[in-house]
């Protein structure tokens, strides 16, 4: 068959991204079709025979395979920010194991969703973003973009606050020179990407994972305090009171992305990996995602799961003194525990924060540059997007407050961004081999049900 649209390829700052841009306006379902299948079918032929010639289907296929690897540990530094930290300790402190069930549940949606984000972005080769832009009307573009946006800034706001608490717990830095330090930083790190350098940004993504899980695994283990049986209590899903379920939502705003999602669907798109070769061994490319996702969010849920474990360990630590501030647990573990304990959070905090905020600002450029088809100069973007988080430092809102209550807006992001995935991820004609299983598309429909109902519900159980 012959592609029906012309379709060029420009290599912009997200690696082999689509970018041909079409009129904004109405799309059919047709015509985003022909745009998707105008990608590479008339390739299909003789990709088979090349591979062979290559040195054979099943080593074209393990350096394919080990191509797709990486773009999901960039994603789960948003899966460990500063956010995280501030609520999973928090609910551990003031309710123990309570609310493990809820991050538990929370990370198995964040692997659904990023599992389908990355087959999106690989089957397609555009992002969710370029897909909404395309396929809905100019108005409903713009309604999609103003949500986004503000996920983007609620998420900027907790890694600022973050990076600037680690700043200040190791080195006594100022908020203004915390703040400054956090922004160049950032910046740095997109700098990498942009320059096409995409391996070591990934590997540098998945040191600054591993050291977060390092230092929160560490003053675990020193604290102590913990129950087996309490953690498998944790498990029964249950709430104690509206304080709860407000935290329970904050924690499904921290751990489920929205941000994360636009993102990876970005990231997966390489030169090695067009969609007209995707499509030609789905097999393979489920295995790929399904192992990166698999390690990388797994990995961030033990993290995610050992904050509340240490929260519960430190509140037990000081007979419930101390409930959840992240500047107090500072203090309670160099007095009680030791210096290296201090030390190892505060080095996670700071490198949670750092990292998350280069992928913040990587995120908001991918959002943009979606929605709106335009960019911005980064470093304009970059200090945007962080005035409001500089604002409330400069203010002295409470910190850990701030963060919890940013994750809890984060969660409203949420369900817009999975039932735009099922949406397009349901469509065989969009999808090609990687379209969704009916099962996927009930799961998924289902948990964006449940987080939209539990936001809606916010403000009447905040009247009571």
């Known amino acids: 068959m012959q592609p029906t649209a012309a379709h060029h390829d420009s290599r912009g700052s997200f690696g082999a991204i689509s970018t041909a841009e079409a009129p904004t306006g109405t799309f059919t379902g047709n015509t985003l079709r022909q745009l998707v299948n105008s990608t590479g079918t008339a390739s299909e032929t003789t990709s088979a025979p090349a591979s062979a010639a290559a040195g054979g289907p099943v080593r074209a296929g393990g350096r394919r395979m080990a191509s797709m690897l990486g773009p999901a540990f960039v994603a789960a530094i948003a899966y460990v920010d500063p956010g995280n930290v501030a609520t999973n300790l928090t609910a551990g402190a003031t309710f123990g194991y309570l609310l493990v069930w809820v991050v538990v549940a929370a990370c198995l949606v964040a692997v659904l969703v990023q599992f389908q984000a990355a087959k999106l972005g690989l089957a397609t080769g555009q992002s969710l973003p370029q897909l909404c832009r395309r396929r809905f009307p100019r108005w409903g573009s713009r309604l999609l973009w103003l949500q986004a946006e503000f996920v983007v800034l609620a998420t900027d706001l907790a890694e600022f606050v973050g990076a600037a608490i680690g700043l200040r717990l190791l080195f006594g830095v100022p908020v203004a020179v915390s703040v400054a330090v956090t922004a160049v930083v950032s910046l740095l790190l997109l700098e990498l990407r942009r320059r096409g350098r995409t391996r070591p940004f990934e590997l540098m993504s998945?040191?600054?994972l591993l050291l977060v899980g390092t230092g929160i695994g560490y003053d675990l283990l020193v604290v102590g305090h913990q129950s087996a049986g309490g953690v498998a209590g944790g498990l029964i899903p249950r709430?104690?009171?509206t304080s709860s379920v407000v935290l329970g939502i904050g924690i499904v705003g921290a751990t489920v992305m929205p941000h994360a999602v636009y993102l990876h669907s970005a990231l997966v798109q390489r030169?090695?990996?067009s969609p007209a070769t995707v499509r030609l061994q789905p097999a393979l490319v489920r295995r790929a995602l399904r192992l990166d996702c698999g390690l990388a969010l797994g990995f961030a849920a033990a993290?995610?799961?050992?904050?509340?474990?240490l929260g519960v360990g430190l509140g037990a630590a000081t007979a419930g003194d101390w409930t959840g501030d992240l500047l107090a647990a500072h203090t309670e573990l160099a007095g009680r525990i030791g210096g290296v304990a201090a030390l190892a959070f505060a080095v996670a905090l700071?490198?949670?924060?750092?990292?998350?905020?280069?992928?913040g600002t990587l995120a908001g450029e991918v959002v943009m540059q979606g929605f709106l088809a335009r960019r911005v100069p980064v470093h304009l973007r970059r200090l945007v997007t962080m005035a409001p988080a500089v604002l409330a430092l400069l203010l002295g809102v409470p910190l850990t407050t701030l963060l919890v209550v940013s994750q809890v807006g984060i969660s409203f992001g949420v369900p817009v961004a999975l039932f735009l995935l099922v949406f397009f991820c349901r469509d065989r004609m969009v999808m090609g081999p990687l379209v969704n299983a009916p099962l996927t598309n009930r799961v998924a429909t289902l948990a964006?049900?449940?987080v939209a109902a539990a936001g809606c519900?916010?403000?009447l159980l905040l009247s009571f």
């Open 350 to 359: 700071l490198s949670s924060g750092i990292s998350s905020s280069g992928v």
């Open 448 to 450: 964006g049900g449940l």
């Open 239 to 241: 709430f104690d009171g």
């Open 271 to 273: 030169p090695a990996c």
């Open 206 to 208: 998945a040191a600054a």
């Open 303 to 309: 993290v995610n799961i050992s904050m509340i474990a």
């Open 457 to 459: 519900s916010l403000p």
